[in-house]
């Protein structure tokens, strides 16, 4: 993911770039080809919603790749909508490139990628109490196995799995990209442990999210669903008051939960429950 979620190199990239490709990619990282349509940079990456992070229409010519043709367009004036998978028209695409001697971009974006993964170990590494919630992000990465499935909700949770969670080999991530609609990350891994039961399935959901469809934990007991749930608990909705602070001035209206012992919640339902606060025995705790 990228941007307001991830790396704040993105949207100065994404920014500066003169021509964009706007792939239908959802949830997956950006990626980028040094390559040029007519000598110019491109970039694929999701459909990003932040659009104060894009380019002024105007100041970049886009290309955007999309499995519905209803939302060519949809946050960016295009020059050529490219109906199709992602996949196969990156493919198709890839031979008509040329190749770009001048790596100044691409070596750009690399460098502040560095940096920012500089400072996500340092916050992932953070011993301050009371413990931040990307410490447990960061040790729960080091956890998952290759083939793992990691649903996560919407919120501040949604940044700090973002940051902090690599996909990598056959690894599987759900979020609602779309609605950012809370309360999906536990059903999402109900699902998937029910379909795969053999692999890892994660939740990584916030307190806000797991209140709000809590009795699904009698659905994880009564089927037996191997399902680990790791819950960041602030006794608040996180993002929604950001974003009062940011856009409205600070109100803080009604975004502050009733706080909930969720390990004796767990225990009520039959499963196991553990409290982390120590930063230092997180990754304990986690295994």
Same mark, same amino acid.
């Given at each position: 993911m990228s941007g307001g979620r991830a790396s704040p190199s993105a949207p100065?990239?994404?920014?500066?770039?003169p021509i964009?490709?706007?792939?239908?990619?959802?949830?997956?990282?950006?990626?980028?080809?040094?390559?040029?349509l007519g000598?110019?940079?491109?970039?694929?990456?999701?459909?990003?919603?932040?659009?104060?992070?894009?380019?002024?229409?105007?100041?970049?010519?886009?290309?955007?790749?999309?499995?519905?043709?209803?939302?060519?367009?949809?946050?960016?004036? *295009?020059?050529?909508?490219?109906?199709?998978? #992602? @996949?196969?028209?990156?493919?198709? &695409?890839?031979? !008509?490139?040329?190749y770009r001697e001048d790596r100044s971009f691409l070596e750009q974006a690399q460098a502040g990628m560095r940096g920012w993964n500089v400072l996500m170990e340092e916050r992932g590494t953070c011993r301050d109490m009371p413990m931040k919630p990307q410490v447990v992000a960061h040790e729960l990465n080091a956890l998952l196995r290759d083939d793992a499935? *990691?649903?996560?909700?919407?919120?501040?949770? #949604? @940044?700090?799995?973002?940051?902090? &969670?690599?996909? !990598?080999?056959?690894?599987?991530?759900?979020?609602?990209g779309n609605l950012a609609t809370m309360a999906c990350g536990l059903p999402y891994?109900?699902?998937?442990?029910?379909?795969?039961?053999?692999?890892?399935v994660i939740c990584f959901i916030g307190d806000g999210g797991l209140t709000m469809l809590m009795g699904e934990l009698a659905t994880c007991m009564k089927y037996g669903l191997d399902v680990k749930i790791i819950v960041i608990k602030n006794n608040a909705l996180?993002?929604?008051?950001?974003?009062?602070?940011?856009?409205?001035g600070n109100p803080e209206y009604v975004c502050d939960l009733q706080p909930i012992d969720f390990t004796t919640v767990a225990k009520g339902f039959g499963m196991k429950g553990f409290v982390i606060e120590d930063p230092a025995r997180c990754a304990e705790t986690l295994r």
């Open positions: 100065t990239s994404r920014k500066q770039a964009r490709i706007s792939a239908a990619t959802r949830a997956s990282p950006v990626q980028r080809h040094q390559c040029s000598g110019e940079d491109q970039e694929q990456h999701r459909s990003f919603p932040y659009i104060e992070y894009y380019p002024k229409p105007g100041q970049a010519r886009a290309v955007q790749i999309e499995l519905d043709p209803q939302r060519i367009g949809l946050r960016y004036p *295009v020059e050529a909508g490219l109906v199709g998978d #992602t @996949t196969k028209v990156i493919d198709a &695409l890839l031979p !008509r490139l040329t499935i *990691v649903a996560t909700d919407s919120g501040t949770i #949604t @940044t700090w799995a973002a940051r902090h &969670l690599m996909m !990598r080999g056959d690894m599987k991530f759900s979020c609602s891994a109900i699902a998937a442990a029910t379909a795969y039961p053999d692999r890892q996180g993002q929604i008051k950001w974003e009062q602070m940011v856009f409205l």
